[in-house]
């Protein structure tokens, strides 16, 4: 909705207050020297309102204000985001931003700068795509408003700013809290976070540590883990996820009555450890069967007698080449 006369005549007035020079109402980053830090997919608020100083780098636009990031170690396209552009209705004002990146030495003189992207106008939302940049380089992003269809002044506009892609994401690239991992219930495993600059990992639940980048996890069910880093002067968190799982999950029934159906107790998956030490006691502590390897499933019998219809309690000890974990613990009950 349009605003009414008596708002737009405010709005006039407020905005020749700004350009009038107004030290305070300038934005921070309105000169290169304090560009604000654009760290990899993570958006910053931006408005160029009485920004003054340069005239933009793309034809027809001024109030410039100044953003820098550094690219990742292996470099490639940047993309720039521009979005939530959003303008005041002013009389004689534009309604369009510009967006550029630009390469540079660093010293801040306007010769220093040169184009690595091509200039790109938009009123709603702008993506501009990079050329090929530098690993590990510092890059300028300039955002200016634009004296659109006539306009005489320059866009000044609250707005939306993020920058990713291949030559600028950091997760996953220079660093990452390693590849998600399986490990079954009762282990453990040890996590492997890689770059940055000290690590902050939660939840804790679980973990030897939470501030050195390889922790062993012990969770009891599965987890996923974060890990914070500093890389420069930006903050990353990734994720890990360690999914926790039976690897044996033993029935707790069968009818041994010689009907050919469930008459032994047989154990999916305990096949894959020939090492296994299966142990099962009767309610009274003593032991009524114990194997090695379980290449035989037990038949409900101890020392080839039958044993009464109850309830038994085994252990298994999966004693896996990885190292010990703890045994699989749980009742049985025999049924005729």
Request: proline share 6%; with cysteine; glycine share 12%.
């Amino acid at each position: 909705m349009r605003p009414s006369a008596p708002m737009r005549i405010a709005c006039t007035a407020l905005l020749s207050v700004l350009l009038a020079g107004s030290v305070a109402a300038q934005p921070a980053n309105s000169d290169c020297s304090t560009a604000a830090l654009l760290c990899a997919q993570q958006a910053l608020s931006g408005n160029n309102t009485g920004a003054t100083g340069w005239p933009g780098f793309c034809a027809g636009t001024a109030n410039v204000v100044w953003y820098t990031f550094t690219t990742n170690s292996v470099g490639g396209v940047a993309e720039v985001h521009v979005t939530g552009i959003d303008c005041p209705e002013v009389a004689g004002m534009g309604d369009e931003l510009s967006v550029v990146v630009l390469a540079g030495d660093g010293s801040c003189t306007p010769a220093s700068f040169t184009a690595a992207s091509p200039c790109e106008q938009d009123a709603e939302s702008i993506t501009l795509v990079s050329s090929a940049l530098l690993p590990s380089t510092r890059y300028w992003v300039v955002v200016a408003g634009a004296a659109n269809d006539g306009a005489t002044i320059n866009a000044q506009c609250d707005f939306q700013i993020h920058v990713g892609g291949p030559g600028v994401d950091v997760v996953g690239v220079d660093f990452s809290a390693g590849p998600d991992v399986t490990i079954g219930q009762g282990e453990s495993t040890q996590l492997h976070a890689t770059g940055g600059n000290g690590y902050t990992w939660s939840p804790t639940n679980g973990l030897s540590g939470a501030n050195v980048p390889d922790p062993i996890a012990s969770p009891s069910g599965t987890t996923i883990y974060s890990v914070t880093t500093t890389v420069g002067d930006c903050v990353f968190t990734d994720d890990v996820m360690v999914q926790v799982i039976r690897r044996i999950d033993p029935p707790n029934t069968f009818t041994p009555n010689g009907d050919g159906i469930n008459d032994t107790w047989v154990i999916p998956g305990i096949g894959s450890y020939p090492g296994a030490q299966v142990v099962i006691h009767d309610r009274w502590g003593q032991i009524v069967y114990k194997s090695t390897g379980y290449r035989e499933p037990w038949d409900g019998t101890h020392n080839g007698a039958r044993l009464a219809d109850g309830t038994y309690y085994y252990s298994i000890q999966l004693n896996q080449l990885e190292g010990d974990a703890a045994p699989y613990q749980g009742f049985i009950s025999i049924v005729r």
